[in-house]
């Protein structure tokens, strides 16, 4: 029942399964992360050209992608879920980059509790990450979630057990993803009446 509950509040951070239209936002996304962001979330320097390749081979059947979006309909926060490609497939590891613009708003958190959830119900059983040390954003999502973390040559490996899907995880999920549907779809709307709005106030200082 508290899953549910929780499910409901109204100041939680919506988070959004990601499809392929997504991908130009995605790659928006992750160019406008300065180089100190960059190396946090891919453990090394990667230029843009890198980050292109990656985007470019992003398998939304594979692996599962979350996002947050802010009003304008920018990519605030984006979380990767790849799979395990072992036979077992009980693992998965999760990587998250959160915009500067958004830092300090429970972006991350939010990414990372969507996830975990949304692994939990697909029988993923342990949800790992692999970071620097030095990423403090991530051990503090990593620590606040009871996550065992080894460190080793300024790196840092987490692990999440994660419990057996019930049917009250597998609605909450399915809620979360209505509610960030709906939110979505608002904002669309919002921008396209500010942009026919815009568009009808050219015309008329024109003529």
Not at 42 to 57: L, N, P, R
Not at 112 to 126: G, L, Q, V, W, Y
Not at 135 to 154: P, S, T
Not at 187 to 202: A, G, P, V, Y
Request: glycine residues 4%; aromatic residues 8%.
């Amino acid at each position: 029942m508290g899953e549910l509950l929780n499910t409901f509040n109204p100041k939680q951070v919506l988070v959004r399964e990601l499809h392929e239209g997504h991908r130009a936002k995605i790659l928006e996304h992750l160019l406008a992360l300065d180089e100190t962001d960059r190396q946090l979330r891919f453990g090394m320097h990667v230029s843009d050209e890198m980050i292109s390749a990656y985007v470019e081979k992003l398998s939304f059947t594979a692996d599962t992608l979350f996002g947050v979006f802010n009003h304008d309909l920018q990519l605030d926060g984006l979380a990767h879920l790849a799979y395990s490609k072992n036979k077992d497939q009980t693992t998965a590891e999760f990587g998250v980059s959160v915009s500067a613009r958004a830092r300090s708003l429970g972006v991350g958190s939010a990414l990372f509790k969507r996830a975990a959830t949304h692994a939990r119900n697909a029988n993923i059983t342990t949800l790992y990450v692999h970071c620097l040390a030095s990423n403090k954003v991530m051990m503090h999502i990593a620590k606040k979630a009871g996550m065992d973390i080894d460190f080793a040559y300024g790196e840092a490996d987490a692990f999440l057990k994660l419990p057996a899907s019930t049917n009250s995880s597998i609605v909450s999920e399915a809620v979360q993803a209505q509610m960030a549907d709906i939110d979505y779809a608002l904002k669309k709307n919002f921008q396209r009446s500010k942009t026919f709005f815009m568009n009808t106030l050219s015309l008329k200082r024109i003529h």
